[in-house]
């Protein structure tokens, strides 16, 4: 079973940046699309960025132009780049499988933006 751990979160103000990691146990990157999400309190989980195995990536029209998904096949790892962060991105982020797949959630990483 594939554990996924994710990392880098923490307290940024507003305009600060932060980059997110993910850690498979096992090789998915280069398999698999995987995507970041994220969970804002009371609200439902909603997918934010995506990259498939070919590299080819795609965002939420909310992130759009200030995150961004990348991915290390030989380190098993996937990261989110987040720059000029608002109050809104503020949200407990996972990773996971975005197209055919799907694995056991990890615990995400809390990320708060301050206004």
């Known amino acids: 079973q594939v554990q996924l751990v994710e990392s880098g979160g923490g307290l940024v103000q507003a305009g600060g940046s932060l980059r997110l990691s993910c850690a498979a146990s096992r090789s998915i990157f280069s398999t698999f699309t995987m995507g970041w999400y994220r969970q804002a309190p009371g609200k439902q989980r909603e997918l934010v960025a995506t990259?498939?195995?070919?590299?080819?990536?795609n965002y939420a029209d909310s992130v759009k132009g200030r995150f961004t998904i990348s991915r290390d096949n030989a380190k098993n790892t996937m990261s989110l780049q987040m720059n000029s962060l608002k109050p809104e991105d503020t949200a407990v982020y996972y990773c996971?499988?975005?197209?055919?797949?799907?694995?056991?959630w990890g615990q995400g990483t809390q990320v708060t933006v301050s206004s």
């Open positions: 996971n499988g975005a197209g055919s797949r799907s694995f056991s």
């Open positions: 990259i498939t195995s070919g590299g080819s990536t």
